[in-house]
């Protein structure tokens, strides 16, 4: 079992900045491979940035590439998500998650259905 807690979230005006944090507890984190997700209010939940274990290969969609930054610290457990330049179209919750199942090198998924633990959730609002 992987238990994940996200914090950080809150109203900023666009144009601003917010970091994301995932705590996460149970097994071994060090070995997940650690995503975020968004879901806007009436739409789906989609993909917005994936870490590997080691940290040294990320993958981003492309609404947020330039604007976000995926990290991880394995020492503490956490996974955070650093949002600039955000546009009222970010508001969203925000969801990180952990991926246990072991891909090929240089593979890092992007589908909702690939993993496997979800936080609760943390509200991100922009305002225009």
């Known amino acids: 079992q992987v238990q994940l807690v996200e914090s950080g979230g809150g109203l900023v005006q666009s144009g601003g900045s917010l970091r994301l944090s995932c705590a996460a507890s149970g097994r071994t984190f060090a070995s997940h491979i650690m995503g975020w997700f968004r879901q806007a209010p009436g739409k789906e939940r989609e993909f917005v940035a994936a870490?590997?274990?080691?940290?040294?290969?990320?993958a981003y969609a492309d609404f947020v590439k330039g604007r976000f930054t995926i990290s991880r610290d394995n020492a503490k457990n956490t996974v955070d998500l650093h949002m600039s330049s955000l546009k009222p179209e970010d508001t969203a919750v925000y969801y990180c998650?952990?991926?246990?199942?072991?891909?090929?090198?240089?593979?890092?998924?992007?589908?909702?259905?690939?993993?496997?633990?979800w936080g609760q959730g943390t509200q991100v609002t922009v305002s225009s």
């Open positions: 870490i590997n274990w080691r940290g040294s290969n990320t």
């Open positions: 998650a952990a991926d246990i199942t072991y891909y090929s090198p240089g593979y890092l998924p992007q589908l909702e259905s690939e993993f496997e633990y």
